[in-house]
């Protein structure tokens, strides 16, 4: 079992910056991939931003590329979502996702494990 909280959300102005954080319980967190998604209003829940168990392999996309940082620090059980450029668009419930794989997917049905999210608002 692994729980996720996320952390780091909150109201931001256009071309801002946030981190999100999402601490995870468990001993074998290095084992996982990890996956950032958002759901915005009225919409479906869209993919983000993934890394590889090692952290040497990151996906994107591509409506964030360039923009959005996805990083993992396993001595801290921990993952990171760093957003610059932040764009009203942007504004959705983060959440952070867990895959009992090494490796990464953008398919949201493949990750195991959820957080609650954290809201990020973007005001224009």
């Known amino acids: 079992q692994v729980q996720l909280v996320e952390s780091g959300g909150g109201l931001v102005q256009a071309g801002g910056s946030l981190r999100l954080s999402c601490a995870a319980s468990?001993?074998?967190?290095?084992?996982?991939?990890m996956g950032w998604f958002r759901r915005a209003p009225g919409k479906e829940r869209e993919f983000v931003a993934a890394?590889?168990?090692?952290?040497?392999?990151?996906y994107y996309a591509d409506s964030v590329k360039g923009r959005f940082t996805i990083s993992r620090d396993n001595a801290k059980n921990t993952v990171y979502l760093q957003m610059n450029s932040l764009k009203p668009e942007d504004t959705a419930v983060y959440y952070c996702a867990a895959r009992s794989s090494f490796y990464y997917t953008s398919d949201t049905a493949a990750y195991d494990y959820w957080g609650q999210g954290t809201q990020v608002t973007v005001s224009s």
């Open positions: 468990g001993r074998t967190f290095s084992s996982y991939a």
């Open positions: 890394i590889m168990w090692g952290g040497d392999s990151t």
